[in-house]
């Protein structure tokens, strides 16, 4: 059983940088994608993020605009999420989810949440304007 561990959330002003990481355990072998994914209160669950760790690339919503980087460090079974310029509009509870087992045809395909098999419990943003 795979266990996904999210760190790194807090409270910071507008403007400010943040990285998160998520650590992966119980799993000998590697994730194929790893993505972020965040839940505002009275919203919709909304994709951030993923990494192929086969080094197939990253894919990022839209709306991120640049401001965000997601890496992995493959050694350390972490994916990290550094999140540049944040806004008010940033505030949510951002989770790691990751799939294993098999790729993904094309990366576009990690924002949907059913192509992920293990979840993060979560960690909260908030950003104070």
């Known amino acids: 059983q795979v266990q996904l561990a999210e760190s790194g959330g807090g409270l910071v002003q507008a403007g400010d940088s943040l990285g998160l990481s998520c650590a992966a355990s119980?799993?000998?072998?590697?994730?194929?994608?790893v993505g972020w994914f965040r839940h505002a209160p009275g919203k919709e669950r909304e994709f951030v993020a993923s990494?192929?760790?086969?080094?197939?690339?990253?894919f990022y919503v839209d709306s991120i605009q640049d401001r965000f980087v997601i890496s992995s460090d493959n050694a350390k079974n972490t994916v990290s999420l550094l999140m540049r310029r944040l806004k008010p509009d940033d505030t949510a509870s951002y989770y790691c989810?990751?799939?294993?087992?098999?790729?993904?045809?094309?990366?576009?395909?990690?924002?949907?949440?059913?192509?992920?098999?293990?979840w993060g419990q979560g960690t909260q943003v908030t950003v104070a304007s």
């Open positions: 989810a990751a799939r294993y087992y098999t790729d993904l045809q094309d990366l576009r395909l990690a924002l949907r949440g059913d192509n992920y098999n293990y």
């Open positions: 119980g799993d000998t072998s590697s994730p194929y994608i």
């Open positions: 990494i192929n760790l086969r080094g197939a690339g990253e």
